[in-house]
Structures are given as structure tokens and as C-alpha cells.
Nanobody, 121 residues
């Protein structure tokens, strides 16, 4: 029903920046939350940042606060993650996630295929 296309991953030196973008397309849907997760080798997938399409405050994992900024364009069904002051520990596969739903609750969750972010000299 929903297809997510991600872009912006790559190799960057510590202290550098990257901007990830994700656009949702497909059949008719109502997105209530858009966000980014990441998974590093040997670790569980974790939420990095999320934002409501209704207008609530964005959420960040503690390690991302002050460095990452999530934003969305509801008219284009796009969510972006600006990552600054990147650290080697940020190295992971980053996945775009969208949650469809209503005021009663979520109805479906979709994932992108993932984009590799590597922070290294």
C-alpha cells in the first residue's frame, strides 16, 4: 500500500553532517507519525527521531538530542533527518518508518529498505 524511498546515506568523517530524506507514496493513506530508526551490528533497532504529522513536538533518542533535527513536509509526505556532529557510534543502517492511523490508534506500519550511514576517518 505504501512505498518508502530513502536517500542521503553515505560515508562521512566524524564531526560531519548528512541529511536523510524519505518520501512515502502509494495508495490512499493517512500518515500520523513519520520517523527514523537505526540498527547497528549487534544491536537492536532503535528509534532515532519521530514527528507527528498533526503537529506535536518531535521526539529524539537521548544520543541524538542537540545534534539531529527531524522535519516533515506533510504536503509531500516527506520526512527528513538532518544529522550534525556525527560520531562513529552513529554508524548504522537507518530506516524510514511511517505509521498510518486514525485518532483511535495506528492501523499499519511501513518501513523503508534502509540506507547505510558510516561515520569513520
Amino acid at each position: 500500500q505504501v512505498q518508502l524511498v530513502e536517500s542521503g546515506g553515505g560515508l562521512v568523517q566524524p564531526g560531519g553532517s548528512l541529511r536523510l530524506s524519505c518520501t512515502a507514496s502509494g495508495s490512499a493513506f493517512s500518515i500520523v507519525v513519520m520517523g527514523w530508526y537505526r540498527q547497528a551490528p549487534g544491536k537492536q533497532r532503535e528509534l532515532v527521531a519521530s514527528i507527528s504529522t498533526v503537529g506535536s513536538s518531535p521526539r529524539y533518542t537521548d544520543s541524538a538530542k542537540g545534534r539531529f533535527t527531524i522535519s516533515r513536509d506533510t504536503t509531500k509526505n516527506t520526512v527528513s533527518l538532518q544529522m550534525n556532529s556525527l560520531k562513529p557510534e552513529d554508524t548504522a543502517v537507518y530506516y524510514c518508518n511511517v505509521i498510518l492511523g486514525t485518532v483511535l490508534g495506528p492501523t499499519a506500519s511501513y518501513w523503508g529498505q534502509g540506507t547505510q550511514v558510516t561515520v569513520s576517518e
